[in-house]
């Protein structure tokens, strides 16, 4: 408003909350290329023979925006759970768990490639970072899904037929309530499938969130998330 009183080109004064979000991508950015130098090693001939992707990071504040969404839905849908329990599959060098280690109770990835893996270990071995863990194996395998509220992929499989298959098996393997962050995945496709409203199936959420539950349910959920974040930041929403 000075600026403009001065005859001066009108320029956004920075708030508080600006500063503090410069600060916030500053972290994030030091994280992110920390993440780059750990994964700098070659993809195994292993995991490419197995149809798999090589590492390659989701930016760190997308995914962070996720996990606030992920944790409003389940603080409405499970307002006395104690123990939320998170999970990347096919996590690489593992810096998602280790961010998602402080919004969760417990933070774990599931890896096929074992230089990741052994990249992810040594940093929480030598970190001693409370609450996190890492398992090598592969995902198509894995009969684990049910003990996690919140599952996480960004497109692990680079064959698309083995991508289905994991897409399949983490849902019909997912516990009710339990919320799915999927990037570059098609769960879509198991969305479309018609079911009875009251019926459990998979559900979006928001644009990459997707939650297993009923519709009848879901809309409920939906209508106090809105009355919720009525006031919350844009940044989030
Ligand atoms: C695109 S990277 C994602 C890395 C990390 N989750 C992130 O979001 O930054 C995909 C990872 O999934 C792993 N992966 C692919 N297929 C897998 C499988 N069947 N089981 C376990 N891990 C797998 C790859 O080795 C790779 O590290």
């Known amino acids: 408003m000075v600026a403009k009183a001065n005859g001066m080109k009108a320029s956004r004064e920075s708030s508080p909350d600006d500063t503090w979000l410069a600060f916030f991508d500053a972290g994030l950015k030091t994280l ?3 993440e780059e130098y750990l994964a700098c090693g070659e993809q195994s001939k292993r995991a490419q023979d197995h149809g798999c992707f090589a590492h390659i990071a989701l930016d760190a504040k997308k995914f962070l925006r996720d996990l606030h969404k992920a944790r409003a839905f389940l603080r ?4 006395r759970m104690k123990d939320s329990r998170f999970l990347d599959v096919g996590c690489g060098v593992g810096m998602k768990v280790q961010l998602a280690s402080h919004v969760f109770s417990s933070a774990h990835g599931l890896e096929f490639d074992k230089g990741y893996f052994d990249v992810a270990r040594r940093l929480r071995d030598t970190t001693l970072s409370y609450g996190v863990d890492y398992f090598h194996g592969d995902a198509l395998k894995f009969d684990g899904f049910s003990a996690y509220n919140v599952i996480y992929l960004y497109r692990p499989m680079k ?3 083995k991508q289905m298959e994991l897409e399949d098996r983490i849902v019909v393997q997912a516990q ?3 919320v799915i962050i999927a990037h570059l995945c098609g769960f879509d496709r198991i969305c479309r499938r018609k079911r009875d409203p009251e ?4 559900h979006r959420l ?3 969130i997707y939650v ?6 879901l809309e409920k959920i ?3 998330m809105a009355a919720q974040t009525g006031n919350l930041s844009t940044v989030w929403w």
């Open 32 to 34: 992110e290329t920390l």
């Open 76 to 79: 409405i849908a499970k307002p």
């Open 159 to 161: 064959d698309i037929e």
């Open 176 to 178: 009710k309530d339990a």
């Open 199 to 202: 019926e459990i199936g998979l």
């Open 206 to 208: 928001f644009d990459t």
């Open 212 to 217: 297993k539950t009923s519709q009848r349910r």
């Open 222 to 224: 939906q209508e106090q």
